[in-house]
T-cell receptor
Framework: DVKVTQSSRYLVKRTGEKVFLECVQD?????MFWYRQDPGLGLRLIYF???????EKGDIPEGYSVSREKKERFSLILESASTNQTSMYLC?????????????FGEGSRLTVL | AQRVTQPEKLLSVFKGAPVELKCNYS??????LFWYVQYSRQRLQLLLR??SRESIKGFTADLNKGETSFHLKKPFAQEEDSAMYYC??????????FGKGTLLTVNP
């Protein structure tokens, strides 16, 4: 069973803390993505990566950074968490091949910033 | 920039009634269109893609380039269809743009 695994399901952090969200996929996918999901706003792309050590900004990259040191792992970093970053964060991966657009999602990491 | 519009945040129908979830897109090239679904307490997953032209769980969606629409339809809704539905479009750079989602509730 193919899997995208997000290490933390629920996190509570304080304003100003550094936050790491980890995502691992076992499908040997080239592409990996971080979205945030908010009621009424849908899914918004934060960053994506189409290869190791490569990254591209999505639609809302401000306040976030990412790291892709290994093909299977894509990390989202909040350098200094703020309350407006309270959200559900979804990691996804996809193959570069013909199945364009078929994203496989993790279960999500619900972050609360106090 | 790509844009996907789902005009209805909420849609409520009775079991056995037809259901249509609307989606309009803006993209200058030839987009790939998708519907994703998220059932309660489950991860987001692909429901169908326009290029496949298939029916999944009784749902179909037709790409209408003239109206730039990709509405999702099912002739007879079931209670287990209650979920959040997202329309998405993709171009050549592997990333998808999602709509804001429609929460479908099918009442008994």
């Amino acid at each position: 069973d193919v899997k995208v695994t997000q290490s933390s399901r629920y996190l509570v952090k304080r304003t100003g803390e550094k936050v790491f969200l980890e995502c691992v996929q076992d499908m040997d996918h080239e592409n990996m993505f971080w979205y945030r999901q908010d009621p009424g706003l849908g899914l918004r792309l934060i960053y994506f990566s189409y290869d190791v050590k490569m990254k591209e900004k999505g639609d809302i990259p401000e306040g976030y950074s990412v790291s892709r040191e290994k093909k299977e792992r894509f990390s989202l970093i909040l350098e200094s968490a703020s309350t407006n970053q309270t959200s559900m964060y979804l990691c996804a991966s996809s193959s570069r091949g013909r199945l364009l657009g078929e994203l496989f999602f993790g279960e999500g990491s619900r972050l609360t910033v106090l | 920039a790509q844009r996907v519009t789902q005009p209805e945040k909420l849609l409520s129908v009775f079991k056995g009634a037809p259901v249509e979830l609307k989606c309009n897109y803006s993209y200058s090239g030839s987009p790939e269109l998708f519907w994703y679904v998220q059932y309660s307490r489950q991860r987001l997953q692909l429901l169908l893609r326009h290029i496949s032209r298939e029916s999944i769980k009784g749902f179909t969606a037709d790409l209408n380039k003239g109206e730039t629409s990709f509405h999702l339809k099912k002739p007879f809704a079931q209670e287990e269809d209650s979920a959040m539905y997202y329309c998405a479009s993709g171009g050549s750079n592997y990333k998808l743009t999602f709509g804001k989602g429609t929460l479908l509730t099918v009442n008994p």
